[in-house]
């Protein structure tokens, strides 16, 4: 039984059902965790304290937020991260401080007016009315004034037009927002390239009526696909720096 449903479970049920049972149903321990994953969570942290010390009219230096970036790091490495490409712990902390320098010198924002604000809001269809039994829930990483609702990914390559208009959290947050405050969000995403040579990109987007109702669907369509116990795994190119990929090869039906 569901009680909610996140951008979160929605993602991870799309990317592969049988490690969405794994990891909320069964919550299997995790053999390792993908230096991606460990690069992805250390910044949040680190970028979610430098907004916050904004918002309170503190302006730290970037060598402050490295520290809150490398502490995550070394905390996360008391388990077992997973490197590729020759990589370890101390190149990714040197990647981390190179991102967050371009960050910090790029960041197009204005003053938050808010931090890691959760939010629950029905799932309905706008057009229908039709209601989803379980609700919407999440946080918004950060929300600036005028109605200025950012994401912040981390990525190997730039973002085309379509990963942009399929991004699911920024419709997500068009549509909880709208619920909650009665009036359209601005939205932007802010993307840092972890290629060679560090990069940051930022993209205004909009979100309207029909994007909304084919989230609903779509969280609808995996809502069912979960209770009615549709798991099975999804080959693909994520199976390598799965963090289940053992136990995967020895499920059967």
Same mark, same amino acid.
């Given at each position: 039984?569901?009680?909610?449903?996140?951008?979160?479970?929605?993602?991870?049920? *799309?990317?592969? @059902?049988?490690?969405?049972?794994?990891?909320?149903?069964?919550? *299997? @321990?995790?053999?390792?965790?993908?230096?991606?994953?460990?690069?992805?969570?250390?910044?949040?942290?680190?970028?979610?304290?430098?907004?916050?010390?904004?918002?309170?009219?503190?302006?730290?230096? #970037?060598?402050?937020?490295?520290?809150?970036?490398?502490?995550?790091?070394?905390?996360?490495?008391?388990?077992?991260?997973?490197?590729?490409?020759?990589?370890?712990?101390?190149?990714?902390?040197?990647?981390?401080?190179? +991102?967050?320098?371009?960050?910090?010198?790029?960041?197009?924002?204005?003053?938050?007016?808010?931090?890691?604000?959760?939010? /629950?809001?029905?799932?309905?269809?706008?057009?229908?009315?039709?209601?989803?039994?379980?609700?919407?829930?999440?946080?918004?990483?950060?929300?600036?004034?005028?109605?200025?609702?950012?994401?912040?990914?981390?990525?190997?390559?730039?973002?085309?037009?379509?990963?942009?208009?399929?991004?699911?959290? +920024?419709?997500?947050?068009?549509?909880?927002?709208?619920?909650?405050?009665? /009036? @359209?969000?601005? *939205? /932007?995403?802010?993307?840092?390239?972890?290629?060679?040579?560090? /990069?940051?990109?930022?993209?205004?987007?909009?979100?309207?009526?029909?994007d909304m109702v084919r989230f609903f669907h779509i969280a609808k369509g995996v809502?069912?696909?979960?209770?009615?116990?549709?798991?099975? @795994?999804?080959?693909? #190119?994520?199976c390598p720096t799965c963090e289940f990929f053992e136990t995967c090869r020895k499920?059967?039906?």
């Open positions: 039984m569901m009680d909610n449903i996140s951008v979160s479970q929605i993602n991870l049920y *799309l990317l592969c @059902p049988l490690k969405y049972r794994f990891n909320y149903i069964d919550k *299997l @321990p995790k053999a390792f965790k993908p230096a991606e994953l460990a690069m992805g969570s250390a910044m949040h942290s680190a970028v979610e304290w430098w907004h916050k010390q904004r918002q309170q009219g503190n302006y730290p230096e #970037w060598e402050q937020v490295s520290r809150i970036f490398e502490a995550d790091i070394q905390a996360q490495a008391m388990d077992e991260i997973r490197f590729k490409n020759g990589d370890d712990k101390e190149s990714l902390i040197a990647k981390g401080r190179e +991102l967050l320098a371009v960050y910090l010198k790029e960041y197009p924002g204005r003053k938050p007016a808010s931090v890691e604000l959760p939010f /629950r809001v029905p799932l309905v269809d706008l057009e229908t009315g039709e209601e989803l039994d379980v609700p919407l829930d999440g946080y918004f990483d950060l929300i600036e004034t005028e109605d200025m609702v950012v994401e912040l990914k981390t990525a190997a390559k730039t973002y085309d037009q379509t990963t942009i208009l399929q991004h699911l959290q +920024l419709t997500a947050y068009a549509y909880a927002y709208q619920v909650l405050y009665k /009036r @359209p969000a601005n *939205l /932007r995403l802010d993307v840092l390239i972890k290629s060679k040579n560090v /990069r940051m990109q930022s993209f205004e987007v909009g979100r309207d009526m029909q809502s069912r696909a979960i209770q009615d116990g549709h798991f099975y @795994p999804n080959q693909g #190119w994520q499920w059967r039906t």
